[in-house]
């Protein structure tokens, strides 16, 4: 038979399981978690022992203070801490992470503390994911991107050789406590990259919300009490709203990358290092609303206030590369499909474009080209 199994002749033994496993957590957002988060933590006995798993600059700012919080509690915590940067969401410092929880002897009743932006969240998040095969963890998201976008629906995962975020898990925290005191000691460009995120669920999903940034926007920045709580709450009613209806990516949930196919690209012609993120989804944002506007699906007024909004932010809006280019950009991000490029377009702030019920949808290559040379 040369190694080929005759399929002939089988049995079937079938392995039935319910997915219905109850993933729900709460987001808890004030103004000031810390002094008291280990009690918090601990009180809701997500775990027998904690380990708190952050970056470098975030562990002298809050993770040393947190475990010793925990020390103060008679609670057993652990601190690993990786040096601070994309450059270590890889699997090589997933391997020194996932040893060392071995080595100190964490097991399946323990509990890890992701602390950090989006990096310690989806690292911490992912090596909890794969960790004896999944264990729990809480998050504590301390950039304005990490509160507004990663810290809310369980993807973890790190960067490949061949592209970012491509290895990874869906594993949902137990818990986030959002604290927006911490963003007070973050860089104002960190800020602004968040907001980025922020400003791309309110084109989403509310006309109201884009208001209110635009209104507030010294206020958000000045990290007012009020202001900043709102802005992360009604950020993550949004952002969670999708990923109840969507948890693992079919179609909602692919509303979410408004601004990031033409912004994937810009990142990719950059280097990954010319743009932040936040930076090239903001330059996306611009292009796409102008793709929007190009098919005749979003009024010119809205394009013009989303593009002013990112402006304002003190984000780029403006395509330094060629529409060729940026379009073979696009097409070798992992989310072009088979070659086709498509796009989560809104058709005025507030309220997503569909077709056929989905919201990714394919624009003529001719077309948009034609609309990004006019974005450069
Ligand atoms: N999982 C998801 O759904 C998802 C969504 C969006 C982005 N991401 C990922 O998030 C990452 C980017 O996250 P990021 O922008 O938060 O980057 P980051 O985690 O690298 O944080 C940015 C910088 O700020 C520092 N920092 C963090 N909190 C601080 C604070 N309170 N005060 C001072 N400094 C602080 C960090 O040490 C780091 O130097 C990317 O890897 C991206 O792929 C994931
Ligand atoms: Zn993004």
């Known amino acids: 038979m040369n190694g080929i199994i005759d399929f002939n002749y089988f049995e079937k033994v079938r392995v039935k399981l319910s997915t219905r496993a109850d993933n729900s957590y709460n987001i808890i957002i004030a103004k000031n978690l810390f002094p008291a988060l280990a009690r918090s933590i601990s009180r809701d006995n997500f775990g027998s022992r904690y380990c708190i798993i952050t970056d470098s600059n975030v562990a002298k700012i809050f993770g040393n203070r947190l475990l010793k919080q925990f020390n103060g509690l008679g609670i057993k915590c652990d601190l690993i801490s990786f040096p601070a940067g994309e450059k270590s969401k890889n699997l090589k410092t997933a391997g020194k992470i996932l040893e060392k929880m071995a080595s100190i002897g964490l097991d399946r009743k323990s509990c890890v503390i992701a602390l950090g932006g989006g990096v310690a969240g989806d690292i911490a998040g992912f090596a909890a994911a794969i960790y004896l095969r999944g264990i729990n963890f809480v998050q504590v998201p301390t950039t ?58 309110a084109v989403i999903f509310d006309r109201d919300f884009f208001g209110f940034i635009e209104q507030n926007l010294e206020r958000v920045m000045s990290l007012e009490d009020g202001i900043i709580v709102k802005l992360v709450k009604r950020n993550c009613e949004l952002k969670s709203k999708v990923v109840e209806m969507d948890e693992k990516e079919s179609n909602l949930r692919k509303a979410l990358n408004f601004g990031h196919t033409i912004g994937h690209a810009v990142e990719a012609l950059g280097n990954y290092k010319k743009y932040s993120h936040g930076q090239a989804v903001s330059i996306g944002m611009a292009c796409e609303a102008q793709i929007a506007r190009g098919i005749g699906i979003m009024p010119e007024r809205d394009a013009g206030r ?28 992992k989310k072009a499909d088979g070659g086709k490029l498509h796009y989560a377009l809104a058709k005025s702030i507030g309220r997503m474009h569909t077709e056929g019920g989905k919201f990714a949808v394919h624009v003529d290559d001719g077309i948009v080209k034609k609309v990004l040379e006019g974005c450069r």
Request: proline share 2%; hydrophobic share 40%.
């Open 144 to 201: 304005l991107l990490a509160m507004a976008d990663s810290g809310i629906g369980g993807k973890t995962g790190v960067n490949l050789g061949a592209g970012k975020n491509l290895c990874g898990s869906f594993h949902q925290p137990k818990k986030v406590y959002m604290c927006t005191e911490a963003l007070s000691t973050l860089q104002k460009r960190e800020m602004r990259n968040g907001l980025a995120e922020v400003v791309k669920h």
């Open 306 to 333: 989303i593009r002013a909004l990112l402006q304002k932010i003190g984000l780029p809006v403006r395509l330094e590369y060629g529409a060729q280019e940026t379009l073979e950009a696009a097409r070798s991000d």
